[in-house]
């Protein structure tokens, strides 16, 4: 398959998930690829990003259907794809994080990735990400269905809506409430200084003398939270 097929065969297969119909078939051609296909198509940080952000938010759909424990649904390795069995860890902290070890708030490599792992992650982190991977809690952003030609602006409006959303601005006592995502992958973001430049460049609002503070997180179940088309 080419980067355009192996990224419309990510895309269809969440859209089976979002119409609730069978994805064995779509799983198998995932499971059929070889490694080499991936690492010689996904040639870029875009088409990374697009394969594997529309995987993790369809397979953690899949995986709670199949009545995976929520406490141990992102270490199983339980996700086919190319010959290899995935955990949904493995596809956001070491794809898509540059194998960031998970407890480190992204400032330490995990020094005991896999080898293809490395050879499938992206070359830079995109904090955007962090906007865009859904794990099935009423505090997640919603899912979309990223695309090639549109994942640079599509990030940019997954982060300014999430923003827009889960931000409480209090002027009066220069205090921003601000998602517990920013204090977990807090490296990923540029530290405080970083999340006060985001606010700038993505809500055009200046917080450089706000304190911040983080909002507690709702693991509340919130599954099937599709953007509207």
């Avoid at 119909?21 to 296909?37: F, P, Q």
């Avoid at 640079?152 to 209090?170: G, K, M, P, W």
């Avoid at 460049?201 to 179940?221: A, C, G, M, V």
């Amino acid at each position: 398959m080419n980067s355009k097929d192996l990224t419309k065969l990510s895309e269809h297969l969440l859209l089976l998930v979002k119409q609730k119909k069978n994805t064995t078939a779509t799983r198998l051609s995932l499971r059929s690829l070889t490694l080499e296909n991936l690492i010689d198509n996904l040639v870029n940080d875009n088409l990374k990003k697009v394969f594997w952000i529309n995987l993790y938010n369809a397979f953690y759909q899949i995986l709670r259907e199949e009545n995976i424990n929520k406490k141990t649904i992102y270490t199983r390795k339980v996700i086919p794809i190319a010959n290899k069995l995935f955990s949904l860890d493995d596809i956001e902290h070491g794809i898509l994080r540059r194998f960031r070890y998970k407890y480190s708030l992204g400032y330490f490599p995990n020094l005991f990735i896999k080898n293809h792992i490395k050879k499938l992650a992206v070359n830079t982190i995109d904090y955007r990400i962090h906007f865009a991977l859904n794990c099935g809690a009423k505090s997640c952003p919603p899912i979309a269905f990223y695309t090639e030609k549109n994942i640079h602006n599509q990030l940019d409006v997954a982060t300014r809506s999430f923003l827009e959303s889960e931000t409480l601005f209090f002027d009066a006592t220069k205090e921003v409430h601000v998602t517990k995502l920013f204090k977990w992958f807090l490296k990923d973001f540029g530290g405080y200084n970083g999340i006060k430049e985001i606010f700038k460049t993505q809500l055009n609002k200046d917080i450089n003398t706000y304190t911040i503070r983080f909002k507690p997180y709702s693991w509340e179940d919130d599954l099937y939270n599709f953007t509207v088309d």
